[in-house]
């Protein structure tokens, strides 16, 4: 079965950085578009990131432009979320999603960003 487990994540103080990992398996992950999400407390869940099946093309929510970079691995089925210059707001538990399995979500990374 599709699973998706998300790792990386941690406190952090504004301005730094943190790259998150989502290991895949159960599907053919290299045919499969994948995003990261996140859900900040109270606020319904965002897309942030996503990125070709092939990692040639990717897009950003406008809040993170500039400042977070997607990528994967697709010989170890792996997708990540390089994460620079945190702010506060980015303060939210982080989820990698596969546009082919889109129902299917692990359990997420918790990234914290506070002085």
């Known amino acids: 079965q599709v699973q998706l487990v998300e790792s990386g994540g941690g406190l952090v103080q504004p301005g730094g950085s943190l790259r998150l990992s989502c290991a895949a398996s159960?599907?053919?992950?290299?045919?499969?578009?994948m995003r990261w999400y996140r859900q900040a407390p109270g606020k319904e869940r965002e897309l942030v990131a996503r990125?070709?099946?092939?990692?040639?093309?990717?897009n950003y929510d406008d809040s993170v432009k500039g400042r977070f970079t997607i990528s994967r691995d697709n010989a170890n089925d792996m997708v990540y979320l390089q994460m620079n210059s945190l702010k506060p707001e980015d303060t939210a538990v982080y989820y990698c999603?596969?546009?082919?399995?889109?129902?299917?979500w692990g359990p997420g990374t918790q990234v914290t960003v506070s002085s």
């Open positions: 999603n596969a546009q082919l399995f889109s129902t299917k």
């Open positions: 159960g599907f053919t992950f290299s045919v499969s578009g």
């Open positions: 990125i070709s099946s092939g990692g040639r093309i990717t």
